[in-house]
């Protein structure tokens, strides 16, 4: 065959951007040469990525969490090239596959024991439209409830439980929701008690502008959900699987969800996979005969790589102790930028679980920095956390994101392969950073006028 990936490759390196802003997404393109994002990577592994002279960046993103066990795996990677040599026959679909039986198996291991029963997706928003469709299914009832702020996808179902009017504007009419204050049991109870509502979903931790509930919260919910026939839905695409320092973030409260959601990291990264687990009686009222055996599925969600890689994930997470690795390292960041932020007066707080982390930052007090804070807020509400997020990357070469609207937050969402060296270095390179925000008239500020005159453009 004369078809050489190789060839292509090298060949067209470096047009990246110029096609993307040619037929995929000219306004993203926009964004990152603004922030100065636009690098090409030539290579990754683990929690590095590398450009075409070498340089090395800290990815503290992981793909939005999916490369928990680390960018480009070597183990992940032999399974690929081990399975891909078997020539299987991968989705007959008028079969049972063993190795989707295999990850069934191993994911059910690690559940509670009433989560027995998985279904396979392709993708988080694919688990948390399931999921949502199950709790109809299996409620005869068709209102979600949600949290405020809350994430599951993009989507139309799991948009319609999205809590960021930034996201659900302009789509037209969603599925019969409401949105529910976080740690607010009696809005909630409130709407419970209409005896309509399908669902309540939560992510444990929010990903976005990560909010953690307060402790009492989330038992509290699920006690009400149960008295009112209300399923209880744990969106863990994002936490789950070690990423909190617990294999599930419900386990923090000792939750028992009736369904939960699993993507991102379940395959290390390199082919899409998602599941949603839920307990055999929801599953028997919607699967409920033989004619209704396929009443919900779809074409590649059991597909041998995507079997195979999140078998080859699980086994690594366990036997490398990641999840005992995420609490251990995700105290010690929160430590290390507790330590080296807290005295300047613009840092709010840090938090977080594990290896997810919000870095908050409020409004000052001193005079100039004041009005050079509310100058740039006036153009956009989430511009100072670019201020932060821009010099982490153009001067320290290390990747993150401002996750939310209007919100002054950083976020960190790190492999679960990093080391105390890269903890140390990324507490340093934020001190630097926040120290340089805190110096006015000063480079950082022209970061953010710069910033401010783009989105005031836009
Ligand atoms: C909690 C949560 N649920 C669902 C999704 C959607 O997953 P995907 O992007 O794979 O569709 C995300 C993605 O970030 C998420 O964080």
Known sequence: MNFDIKKIIKERWGQNYDLHDQFVNPQFVKVLRTIGFDK??????????????????????????????GRNNPQIKQVLHDLLDLDLSSMVQMDCSLLSGLVAE???????????TVFFTNSGTEAVEGALKMARGATGRSRILYLDHAFHGLTLGSLSANGNEEFRGGFGELLEGTKIPMN????????????????FIFEPIQGKGVHIPEDHFLPEAQK????????????????????????????????????????????????????????????KKVFSKMDRCVVHSNTY?????????????????????????????????????????????????????????????KEPK?????????????????LFGQMIVVPLMSKHRVLTQVAGHNIDLVKLLPPL???????????????????????FP????????????????S
């Open 40 to 69: 090409v990577y030539k290579r990754a592994e683990g929690q590095y990525l590398y450009d075409a002279d070498g340089q090395r960046y800290l990815d503290f993103l992981s793909g939005y969490g999916v490369f928990a066990v």
């Open 301 to 361: 969600g059991k597909n041998t790589l995507a079997m195979g890689a999140a078998l080859a994930s699980l086994e690594i997470l366990e036997k490398e102790n990641l999840v005992q690795k995420a609490e251990t390292l995700g105290n010690a960041l929160r430590q290390a930028i507790h330590e080296k932020c807290s005295e300047f007066e613009m840092f709010k707080e840090v938090r977080g679980k594990g290896l997810i982390i919000g870095i908050e930052f």
């Open 184 to 199: 607010d049991l009696a809005a909630l109870e409130y709407e419970l008690k209409k005896n309509d509502v399908a669902a």
């Open 366 to 382: 001193s005079f100039s920095l004041k009005a050079a804070w509310k100058m740039i807020h006036a153009a956009n509400k989430g």
């Open 224 to 283: 009400l959900c149960q008295k009112y026939g209300a399923l209880f839905i744990s969106d863990e695409v994002q936490v789950g699987l070690g990423r909190t320092g617990k294999w599930f973030g419900f386990q923090h409260w000792n939750l028992e969800p009736d369904i939960i959601c699993l993507a991102k990291a379940l395959s290390g990264g390199l082919v899409p996979v998602g599941t949603i687990v839920m307990r055999r009686d929801i599953y």
């Open 417 to 439: 392969v990093i080391t105390q060296e890269d903890v140390d270095y990324f507490a340093n390179a934020l001190r630097d950073v926040v120290s340089e925000c805190h110096k």
């Open 106 to 116: 191993k994911i059910t291991s690690l559940t509670p024991k009433h989560l027995d």
């Open 442 to 457: 000063g480079g950082a500020w022209e970061v953010g006028m710069m910033l401010a005159k783009n989105a005031l453009k």
